[in-house]
């Protein structure tokens, strides 16, 4: 009886598997949709009013469900940030391409992540760019990542477990570094591991909540620059008619 | 065989018990949550009290047989569920961060509210059942439950300070456990077996209980949980008290680095620091400090340093020194002496005693002065000192305070009243500096500028723009204020300190709007913008046309953090989905759906029971029903408004609160009591009208008089000041506990099958009460609530003729 029983649920599992990775294809579609939408109608953070198609490319490609713990599955593709474990969360997908658009990166380019999570902004910068060095201060979460990106064939990222304070001097200089771990002050060895010309992102604010992104320029002669952004469109008073 | 009496001894045991519980449950859900949601959730669950009402007046006919005994099974049902409801919502997977993106947090939250309206259902249904068992002897029966509310509000606030909370918990259920044995002894009970079974109880409970039992689980979002998260951190010390549960965490692999803020071109690191945590959230810093300045030249790099730059060798007043960051700030800028006040004597302790060595026995040095003292209250009292410098600290984290967690607090720190006190407490030329966390769109620190226009304005300046400078780097805004014009040098000074920081001018006297929004950009010059329109003779205009509610806030309404306006609400909630949710402060809604929750819990505990049942045609009347709503609203409108006004006064949030909330029960108890001997002499139905009239005029005559009397007084000792507070409520007090007894011993006359809803109703009431009084206060004040809660009175006088 619990072979038959062992032999249905594999049978099940065999002919929904297919339909339900179909499923998700068609739930990742609308999540960009939704995502391109927003942009479109009430996100002010650049210049133009859309994302570039690498970074669309990349959002339709990375399989979200699969960086949410199994309790979470059903809801991977709600543009929503979801919690991960250990008091993280893995961001809203609306502000994962922000982010990534705003770091402007190129296939040719080194990116360093400080704030692993599950791996999947780690992905996605994977899917457009040459490398990813990205370190996790939580060794459980970190290793779990880890075993992920690896197993999901993602070659070009490398994922370190311990302090990001001090980057990765060893591959650096990065063409990009985003910090998605809380942080009180931007690091100084990281500053120094951006390249002139480069791009650091870091959002604020609590889990769940990203209050604005702050954009990080490094310039050709080496001097810094800041730009708060808040993600949607708002004037915070109303104009005098 | 004697008749029955009310078992008093117990009641009082009991109350005491069930407003212990109450504050403890505000000490333990701010642990575990945030402060707002533990007030919201308390405020929930104190409709058990309203709901045990109800539930007696629809069972009384099958209770009143088996009086005794069902009195004890509530009275152990208080026993039992005091530990085992939080226990239970501890397991409640609720994340009120994600209240607005998961319905399901909504079930989770009201999964929550039911659990903990249990206990204090038990407790109100135990007294409950006395008003109607014993309704002619209302005075001293609710002489007696007062009066153990007040002792129970002041010792629990001891007891706080020598054991933590879950440890509290334990001797509050022993607490319980003995008064249901009283119970049993002053009901007669037959089965006096039980006395040595709740007696053994107790034993047990109290003494062979672990302490894991009721291990308290903060949530995994809070700063604590996710620093402990982190390879190598350890909690090294935890130190507990009414104050606050502070956590000390050491990480030798990953060191803090704490430096809020610091300029982008900075290229220092901060040395070895410990965190310090307050109920989980932070956190603040002990940096070691092994004499050698050099290492603390970090902080220099943050936007708190300006004030060095343009005073040399001030004496320094930091209030919130914390664990001494600033103090390590002024000395690292050679301060001629430092003065640190804080309020919370653990921190202090830590920093003198336990990490002395780490802190290079910091708050010992030569020219630093420690002292324990609540900020606003210390500078009132010192009017004989002066400092070049007063620097207020950064001191809530920004996680919270970006999410607008601190809307609800009242905060005298940040007044018109507080700044011009301030000013006035400077030397001459001296400055105030005060820095806060950037938010984006402005918030806090234009409100500040907004406050800062204000109290100079208040001091007679003619031209306040000439003293106000406000630099802003990409995490903080330093705003001075000084009490002379800035001079040209110092203007300049003040521009060379931001530029070598990148750190923008958002404002300082005749700088052009060509000089704002340099390095650190935002999407137009808010700040900039913001402080000209503040200057302006459009003042209003703009406050008006602001998306936030940027007013200064002043002692009558001391909400510095409430920035919420229903219109932006309205917009970003629209925008939710796009990022515009987190712009939101969040408690202010939540207040008013606390209020929404009450109302509607009320009716539906009061009103829907009622009609449904069978005993709809013998309902009592819809003039008991108003008498004993506005009684219980207007008893929360004073306790609340008074307890605000006593806070400036006895310069400590804490032992104001427990000074006045216990004056107040104390107080009224003696008013019931009077009332109860009243009402057995003499037939006369004007004492309650009396008690309303004297009321009306103490509360108009403590208005108009309190503030220039405090002003007066300020520096007497703080016994001297307890005592004056002490007489100063003793009339009110005995006046506010006349009118429940009068109403439940004319319903004892007349109409007894009315006390369990006159129970009920009056139970709600305090609930909406309470936080109907918090809401008037953020928009018209205290001195609002109190006449409101006198014309609320004045109306149950008329009540009151039309009750039989």
Redesign the interface.
Known sequence: MKNYFALGAFLYFCCTFPAQSEGYDVLRHKMVEEVLA?IA????YSESSALSPSVVAAMQKVERHLFVPASQTMRAYF???L?IG???TISQP??VAMMTDLMQVKDSDKILEIGTGSGYQAAVLAEIVKSVYSIE???P?GKQAAERLKSLGYDNVEVR???G?YGWPEAAPFDAIIVTA?A?????PL?KQLKPGGRMLIP?????????L?L?EKKMDG??????????????????H | MTALRPPFVAIGLLSACVLSYEVLLMRLFSIVLWHHFAYMIISAAMLGYGASGTVLALLKDKIAPHFSLVYVIAAMGVVFMMPLSFLLAQQVPF?P??LL??KIQLANLLAIYLLMMLPFFCGGFSIGLIFFRFGRDAGRIYAIDILGAGVGSIGVIALLFLVPPSKALIALTTLALLATAIAIVELKLRAKWLIGVFLGLALIVSVMLPDSWLQVHP????DL??TL???GAQVIEERSSPLGQITVVKNS??PF??????S??????PPAQLGIFVDGNGPSVLTRFDGKLATLAYLDQLTSALPYHVLERPSVLVLGAGAGSDVLQALYHGAVTVDAVELNHNVIDLVQQRFRDFAGNLYNRHGVRVHKAEARGFVNTTYDRRHDLIQVALLDS???A??GLYSLSESYLYTVEALHTYLNHLTSGGMLAVTRW?????RDSLKLFATAVSALERDGVSNPAARLVMIRG??TVTLLVKNSDFTTKEITAIKEFSRTR?FDMAYYPGMRADEAN???????P?YFDGAVALLSSQRQD?LD????YIEPATDDRPYFFHFFKWNSAG??FA?R???????IDWSYPLLVTTLVQAFMASALLILTPLAVSRFRRKLPTVWVALYFLSIGLAFMFMEIAFIQKFILFLAHPLYAVAVVLCAFLVFAAMGSWLTGRWQEKTTSRWHVPLAVMLMGVLSLLYLAVLPGLFQALIHFSDLAKITISLLLIAPLGLCMGVPFPTGIMRLACTAQEAIPWAWAINGCASVVGAVLATLLAIHLGFAVVILTATLIYGLACIFLTKLV
Do not use: C
């Not at chain 1, 109608?41 to 002010?44: L, Q």
């Not at chain 2, 949530?219 to 809070?222: C, F, G, H, L, Q």
């Open positions: 927003d109608a009430e996100v002010s543009n929503r940030p919690p250990y008091g993280q609306l502000i201060i939580i060794h979460l477990l311990g302090d304070y809380a009180n002050h931007v690091p100084p500053l604020l604010g609590m889990h769940f909540m990203t209050q604005y702050m990080v001097s810094v620059t800041s730009r708060q952004i808040l993600p949607v469109r708002f004037v915070p008073f109303t104009r005098k | 994340n961060l994600e993106w998961d949530s995994a979002y809070k949980n996710q998260n982190i390879t692999l990953i680095r704490y430096a809020p803020g610091m982008l071109n900075a290229t220092d690191e920004f996680s919270v970006s999410a950037l938010t984006l769109p402005p990409w995490k990148s340099h390095y650190n950009l935002l999407e137009q808010y703009f046309r602001y998306k936030f917009e970003l925008m989905e796009q990022g515009g949710m987190p712009l």
